[in-house]
């Protein structure tokens, strides 16, 4: 079955600095890679979505790259704020848009 | 904008009791996805519903049952309820079958005590 690990349950850094998020599965590529953002008790909100064919994708200060070689997907966060401090998942779709497997999450902290 | 409605937001059962969650899903989204997040755990696909009928089908025990009705919103129905079942059960919606961005709700926080 498809395994998904993302970097260090936890991650801190200081404010201004680029957060970069790593996310490895271990199977077939999935036709997408989504990144979400989850704060504690709310559900999951989509940040950015990459396509299998696709190498890179941005977002104001997002930027999600996607290597199919690698089984890797990095995603970074520029010019940190607190206000970025939260889990960020990243989750792989074969199909449709839900169903999704998601990876364990990474815990973002931007420290003032 | 609208955003997905979950209701109850909260809910405590006990032990071998029946539950409901209910989704409305954003206006004119066809397609709706349940997950249940454990603590501390990331989101298990349970279930999902295309215009009506059964899409995909997850992680979802024999005990829950699910289904989308004629105004797309959506029921989790749990039965014989577990302690094990205490999670966060989110519903997602999204238009259509194909990729589009699915746009989570804020969860039903079940505990069955």
């Known amino acids: 079955s498809q395994k998904i690990e993302q970097n260090s349950e936890a991650l801190n850094i200081q404010e201004g600095k680029t957060a970069t998020l790593t996310c490895n599965y271990t199977?077939?590529?999935?036709?997408?890679l989504q990144w979400y953002r989850q704060d504690p008790g709310r559900g999951p909100v989509f940040l950015l979505l990459?396509?299998?064919?696709?190498k890179e994708k941005r977002k104001e200060r997002l930027k999600v790259t996607f290597d199919t070689t690698l089984k890797q997907s990095l995603f970074h966060i520029t010019a940190s704020q607190p206000a970025d401090s939260a889990t960020y998942l990243c989750?792989?779709?074969?199909?449709?848009?839900?169903?999704?497997?998601f990876g364990d999450g990474t815990t973002l902290t931007v420290k003032p | 904008a609208a955003g997905v409605i979950q209701s109850p937001r909260h809910l405590i059962k006990e032990k071998r009791e029946t539950a409901t969650l209910k989704c409305y899903p954003i206006?004119?989204?066809?397609?709706v996805y349940w997950y249940q997040q454990g603590p501390g755990q990331d989101p298990q696909f349970l279930i999902s519903?295309?215009?009506?009928?059964?899409?995909d089908k997850g992680s979802i025990p024999d005990r829950f049952s699910a289904q989308q009705f004629s105004d797309y919103h959506s029921e989790l129905n749990m039965s014989s309820l577990e302690l094990g079942d205490s999670a966060l059960y989110f519903c997602?919606?999204?238009?259509?079958?194909?990729?589009?961005?699915?746009?989570f709700g804020q969860g039903t926080r079940l505990t069955v005590v």
């Open positions: 997602a919606s999204s238009l259509g079958r194909g990729y589009t961005e699915a746009f």
């Open positions: 199977n077939y590529s999935p036709a997408y």
């Open positions: 990459i396509r299998e064919n696709e």
């Open positions: 989750a792989l779709a074969y199909t449709n848009a839900g169903k999704s497997t």
């Open positions: 206006p004119r989204h066809d397609t």
């Open positions: 519903f295309y215009e009506k009928m059964q899409s």
